[in-house]
C-alpha cells in the first residue's frame, strides 16, 4: 500500500489557548494537486505550515510522508519544500547565486540550476542582480526555482501566483501538473476563485480551522 503524502485526523494546533487548527481531516495522495482556499484566518498557512513540521501537533494525529508529526524530525523537512509568504532568499546574493547555494547545501548538480532557471526564466540581465533590488515577480520566481532544485517529495505553497506575470503563472500552473504527474504531492494556498490549472484537482475549503468542504472538479 503506497504511503499518502499527508494524513490529518482531528489535528489541532494552538497557539497558547488559540486553535490555529482546530480538528482538521485531511489525506492527501501522492501524485494529488490540491488548492486550499478559506478566508483569512481560516488556518490555510498554518496548514502548510504544520505539514512542514514547523508547528507542533496539540492533538489529534498527523503523519507526512510516513512521519509521525509528534516527533521533530529533521528527515521530514528535507523532504517538504514550503514556500512561504516571507522570502526565504539572501538579500545580497543574486537570483543564480542563491540558486548555487541551494544546490551546494544538497549537493545537487548543475543541472538542476539550470533546468530550475530557465523553467522560471531565472536568467538574463535581472539575475545578475542582488535579489534585493529585484521585484517582486523576479523574486517568486527566484524562490520557485530554488523549490525546484531542490526537488521535494512534498511541496507546500503559500500564494505562489502572488506577484507572477501571465507567463509567470501559466508555467507555475504547468510545473504543479508535471510534479503530481511525477507522484509528487502538491498542496498550494490560494484566495482566487479560478484555480488556474487544467490538471486533476482537488479543492479543500477550510473556514475556522476546519475543513468544510472538500471538492474536485
Known sequence: MTTAAIELRDA????????????????VAQGELVAIAGPNGAGKTSLLRLCAGLLSLSGGTGRVLGFDLYVRSTELR????????????????????????VAKCLRRPQSAIRQA???FGVGGRWARERTRHCS??????TELACLAVRDPMLWLLDEPHSGLD????????????ELAAEGKAVVYVTHEPQLGTGGPLRKVVLAGGRVVADLRQ
Not at 523532504?79 to 542563491?98: I, K, R
Not at 501571465?166 to 501538473?177: A, I, N, Q
Open 166 to 177: 501571465v507567463d509567470g503563472r501559466f508555467e507555475l500552473d504547468r510545473m504543479m501538473s
Open 12 to 27: 489541532l494546533c494552538l497557539a497558547g489557548r488559540y486553535p490555529l487548527l482546530a480538528g482538521v481531516d485531511l489525506v
Open 136 to 141: 517582486t515577480g523576479q523574486r517568486r520566481r
Open 117 to 119: 532557471a530557465e523553467r
Open 78 to 101: 528535507q523532504q517538504v519544500g514550503l514556500l512561504a509568504s516571507s522570502s526565504g532568499l539572501y538579500e545580497d546574493l543574486t537570483p543564480v547565486e542563491n540558486l548555487a547555494w
